[in-house]
């Protein structure tokens, strides 16, 4: 039915409307069915207008992405061997992990058009719509001890924030470990997801999800606060395919010089880059509330806090609350 | 058929045979059929004495594991809220991280007569017979970050050595990071899998695989160089529940020590009963092979290993080779 809808309104000539009346009879279905079956192509990403006096009218189709276009963005790429590319999914990082599970090569990356069930840091739900975001996890394979494992993380934040500065006018900050921030706004989510024997890293999955093409419309009114999108930043959208590539680049140019100096580059980058350091801080961590002010990373990739007392303590893990006006949720 | 044959051999007064030909016509199958019924009973721990000339005679039945036995071995502990036992399933370990993954709470065992797919690191195999040893699963649920994962391996060692010195006089000795030795030959294995989201640790599986009973039958000879067991060790078996709950006891003391105290006091455990030190040692990472001698561990639980020239390094992962003679696979 839907198809047919589209199909339908396809036919009309450039910004003509066809009117509700009309649809319910060519569909034999009633006019409040027709209304129904318009909000659900909406909620796929068919941009429709709807006027009461002359009916409803197509401005815009979902952006797809597709794998030739994938493909040819990718060429340049020799870390991915291979895509997998879903409609709708209840998460990438679960689909990921099993193909992890089942031996899927480092670079594997599954990708979706819209998550029903996205997971953020500490299970909370992410915002993925279909076709205005890239929601997608790779599989990892790092020969690093466990120990290392969350350095990786920042190392993706790192590869993230310059992929998108790369491609547009963008300011974004890194708050630790890796949330990324335009004016104080989330604008994507980063969660590796690390499975360990012992004290060997068996492989990890690195979700990514940005939002790139959302609207402020895609956001429930109280996440506005906090979130944005690089198409409400930039006043532009951005072509999907381009941002993904843009990342595998520096995401294998990071690696591999993770892999051969360590940690210390990746860690002058992520200071650069981090809008949690010299600002008093509240971080919230699982043996208590530390406050003090962040002053960098240790060679673990911990956050080394400063106290009051002008000791500096690492903290391994922390929710870290900024001054009003830098945002985070 | 097999309770059936079980049950006519308890008939038979003690130490009398029960003929092959009559067992046939009783149960009505073929002479092979019972013998082949036999060798399964055999295979399930019922120890059965087979003569050509008069028959066949029970000599043994496997010991089972009893929930009722298991509540009172434990009755001491506040470790453990819940057991799950269970006959015959390919791992423990994947049955524990199911449970852990739907939300288990800490210290949740899952206890098996016997495994089908133990696991050993490395995806080795691990022989794990029925009703002879412990093959069990913790779910842990400790609140530190990933980068101290590793050093739950090391307390896991130093738990179960001193749980089988506490009811056996065993000379107990603790190759890196976490295999039990008695005479340089491997008596129990020890598996922890974590998982962790970025930084934080959500979960650990601890696999405790432990040869209490096996008789040097059970293993394929190629192994018996490489393995023992308590029993064989001791020249007499123990009872396994035992052995469960003296594990249990030593594992809640250092584990709430390791919270409390940190990783300190489980080190100096660890390094009194290593046989891994202060000798020569090929190591090989999967970075490359280290010759040296390990001297003891770091704060993150890294083996310190001494170079030839003196230099001291961190070794986070490998599989070490002894000299001759200090044994272990």
């Known amino acids: 039915m839907d198809t047919r809808i589209i199909a339908l309104l396809e036919l009309q000539e450039e910004g003509r409307y066809l009117s509700g009346e009309v649809l319910s009879r060519e569909l034999n279905i009633s006019r409040t069915a027709v209304w129904k079956h318009i909000k659900k192509l909406e909620g796929m990403g068919y941009r429709i207008e709807a006027s009461r006096r002359m009916g ?5 189709k979902p952006s797809r992405l597709t794998m030739p276009d994938l493909m040819e963005k990718l060429k340049e790429s020799s870390f991915v061997p291979s895509i997998k590319l879903l409609d709708a999914v209840d998460s990438t990082q679960n689909i990921a992990q099993r193909m992890a599970e089942e031996g899927a090569p480092e670079g594997t990356l599954v990708i979706a058009e819209q998550q029903t069930k996205g997971r953020g840091r500490m299970g909370r739900h992410w915002v993925s719509p279909p076709g205005k975001g890239v929601w997608m996890s790779m599989v990892l394979r790092p020969e690093i001890p466990l120990q290392f494992a969350p350095q990786l993380t920042l190392l993706a934040a790192v590869a993230l924030s310059r992929a998108l500065m790369a491609i547009a006018p963008l300011d974004i900050g890194i708050k630790w470990p890796n949330d990324l921030l335009i004016g104080g706004k989330k604008i994507s989510g980063i969660l590796l997801e690390s499975t360990a024997e012992d004290e060997r890293l068996r492989y990890v999955v690195a979700g990514i999800g940005i939002s790139v093409n959302l609207e402020e419309t895609d956001y429930p009114p109280e996440l506005l606060e906090a979130a944005t999108s690089l198409r409400i930043a930039l006043g532009r959208p951005l072509e999907r395919s381009e941002v993904i590539a843009a990342f595998i680049s520096q995401f294998q140019q990071l690696y591999t ?15 650069a880059r981090s809008i949690t350091l010299h600002k008093q801080a509240r971080l919230v961590t699982p043996s208590g509330v530390v406050e003090g002010t962040p002053v960098g990373l240790d060679d673990r990739g911990a956050l080394l806090v400063k106290l009051a007392g002008g000791e500096i303590i690492p903290v391994f893990s922390a929710d870290i609350k900024l001054p009003a006006g830098d945002g985070g949720a």
């Open 56 to 60: 409803y009218r197509l401005l815009g």
């Open 257 to 271: 010089l993770y892999h051969k100096e360590g940690f210390a580059p990746i860690r002058s980058l992520w200071e």
